[in-house]
């Protein structure tokens, strides 16, 4: 089978031979275009757009190219499909329909058995390419994965990056593989019966190589300012060109890719005053493209708690997105396992235990609460009215790790009997879980942030990493701050490369076998009644200080109850729910329904009670 998106951005083979180029460059006068075997630039033609147009009929797949400015700079094409020798060298014209998908079965997979892996391609293998993560694919489907989620792969500067300073958003960075491997690793992926997600940027372009502002400011919109600088213009003069931009990005991962979904980055920090926000549009050119014919899932990041972008219509159909990033549960769960309670902990310190019970029964804490982290300003809107599965629950990802100085991960911070308890809460919570790549095994790599800029923000990256830590008490020395990784070595990067052979290590080992045999259950007793589960369904009741019990209504009206205790004192006098004891640790043996049980130290167990049958 071929798949292909069009779109009107870039380079296309055309079906009689040739290839069209295009440009969008309003201010721009005159472009030419300069290939690889011509000793002269060509000139484009202008339209009234603002489009600068050419096509050369014995140009081919494979050919390479660059647009060349009034003043000689020679840019990439901002929609390339290729850039083999990085963001600054010319771009490449490739033919999607050159590779043969195997199958055209796959329909994806509901949404309701979702568990997510998320990973870093350089980092999660060896070979730190496509070619590795495929190696890894049947390892994933025995722990009980069933949708990986890749993080950022538009073209970035240098060969080691996270991925959110891309700058090509349609070219796959070109340090893991051309995009045929890409392809590859899907189809690859799919034929395991694995989803698998993408990470994309639409808030902001990369520092480096990112040359639109120099014949396209109408991409940005100086009205609104950004970590990053100017806001890209998705509501000022000129937005419906860059809105299709994004638009058909998106489009293009999930036609000509066949990923299964997106995950959108920092969607707070998307400027769009306009009336249908950006995110609603994709929405909706996802439903009437791709979403007919297959399950596509749209992820946010969103500090703002926005739930209206949550929101369900009758019989559970999204209005825009599947689900959200719930960084509050991983607040709730860092400051019980830690007792951390620096930065943005601080709106977690005085009931995390309180917050992670109404995280699992009514989706986020902040629900237009005041947070102290904000100097009391309120943050968030009501959620308790959506279904658990609107919300990815986790204890770890990328940012929670990388973002520490010096990238520890929770099993570097915490006992590991709360690990113990706390992952089997996540797990076998009615919402979809995510593991960041070597929870699973407790992995002693740190997760630490690296790029690989040029030598002229090189160092300026460097010096404002290190001050960014220096309102941190721990932090305040200068000695200290030196020894925080500096980001553009290779040997920061190199640290993070997961070491795989202490999978059978003692205690990476007994943490390996604990999340396979929490998916299993996770697999075997709860995915199968959590269709039409709707919102409101948790009941929470409070044992002492921290102790938990709550009790949802699955969508075929079992009832599903977690006792926990996420401390490190017992709870005494907590009663057992009803039913079958489906998991306990630590192992203990609970009474019957109606007596009562001292909850160890950090403790969960999970019951399940069967629909009474009419």
Not at 195 to 213: A, C, I, R, T
Not at 430 to 443: D, K, R
């Amino acid at each position: 089978m071929k798949h292909r998106h069009d779109m009107p951005f870039g380079s296309e083979l055309l079906p009689g031979g040739g290839v069209r180029f295009r440009l969008w460059a309003p201010r721009i006068a005159e472009v030419r275009l300069s290939l690889a075997d011509n000793a002269f630039p060509l000139p484009m033609e202008k339209d009234h757009a603002g489009w600068h147009l050419l096509t050369v009929p014995d140009a081919v797949a494979g050919t390479r190219y660059a647009f060349v400015l009034p003043d000689g700079l020679h840019v990439p094409d901002p929609a390339s499909r290729s850039n083999p020798d990085d963001v600054h060298a010319p771009s490449e014209v490739v033919d999607p329909q050159a590779f043969d998908w195997p199958d055209d079965g796959w329909r994806g997979r509901p949404w309701e058995e979702a568990v997510i892996y998320e990973l870093h391609v350089g980092t999660f293998s060896p070979s730190g390419d496509f070619a590795g993560v495929i190696d890894r694919l049947d390892y994933l489907v025995d722990l009980g994965v069933t949708a990986i989620e890749l993080m950022p792969l538009a073209d970035f500067p240098g060969h080691r990056g996270w991925g959110y300073d891309g700058v090509l958003p349609f070219a796959p960075e070109s340090a893991y593989g051309r995009p045929d491997d890409l392809k590859r690793l899907i189809a690859a992926a799919h034929t395991r019966g694995l989803m698998v997600l993408l990470d994309v940027v639409y808030n902001h372009f990369g520092p480096e190589g990112n040359y639109l502002h120099a014949y396209a400011r109408e991409f940005f919109n100086p009205r609104h300012h950004t970590p990053w600088g100017a806001a890209i213009n998705f509501d000022g003069p000129h937005n419906r060109t860059v809105r299709d931009f994004f638009i058909h990005n998106a489009l293009f991962w999930l036609e000509e890719y066949r990923f299964d979904g997106l995950r959108l980055d920092a969607v707070h920090a998307i400027c769009d005053d306009s009336a249908t926000h950006l995110v609603s549009e994709i929405a909706a050119a996802i439903r009437r493209g791709p979403g007919r014919d297959r399950h596509v899932y749209l992820i946010l990041e969103n500090e703002d708690n926005t739930a209206h972008h949550l929101e369900r219509q009758a019989g559970q159909t999204r209005n825009t997105a599947t689900a959200q990033w719930n960084d509050d549960i991983h607040h709730a769960f860092h400051v019980l396992a830690t007792g951390e309670t620096d930065g943005y902990y601080v709106d977690y310190a005085t009931d995390p235990a309180g917050q992670l019970a109404r995280c699992l029964s009514e989706g986020f804490a902040f629900q237009g609460d005041p947070s102290p982290f904000r100097d009391g300003a309120r943050r968030g809107e009501p959620s308790a009215h959506l279904p658990p599965g609107a919300f990815i629950d986790f204890l770890q990802n990328h940012d929670q790790i990388g973002n520490r100085a010096f990238g520890e991960r929770l099993c570097h911070l915490a006992p590991a009997a709360a690990l113990d308890a706390l992952t089997a809460v996540l797990l076998l919570a009615p919402q979809p879980p995510m593991l960041f790549m070597g929870e699973e095994f407790a992995a002693a790599q740190p997760f630490l942030f690296f790029c690989n800029f040029g030598p002229e923000l090189a160092q300026a990256v460097t010096d404002g990493r290190r001050r960014e830590f220096a309102r941190f008490a721990k932090f305040a020395d200068p000695a200290v701050r030196e020894r925080i990784p500096d980001p553009n070595a290779e040997s920061t990067f190199a640290a993070c490369m997961l070491d795989w052979n202490a999978r059978e290590l003692p205690g990476h080992r007994e943490r390996l076998a604990l999340h396979r045999q929490l998916l299993i259950l996770r697999h075997r007793h709860l995915v199968p009644r959590l269709a039409g589960m709707a919102g409101g369904q948790g009941e929470v009741t409070r044992l002492g200080e921290r102790g938990l019990s709550i009790a949802w209504t699955l969508g075929d009206k079992s009832r599903w109850t977690l006792l926990a205790n996420p401390a490190n004192l017992p709870v005494a006098h907590a009663p057992v729910p009803q039913g079958q004891c489906v998991f306990a640790v630590p192992w203990w043996n609970p009474a019957p329904h109606g007596g009562y049980v001292t909850l160890p130290p950090w403790s969960a167990a999970w019951f399940l009670t069967e629909p009474e049958k009419r």
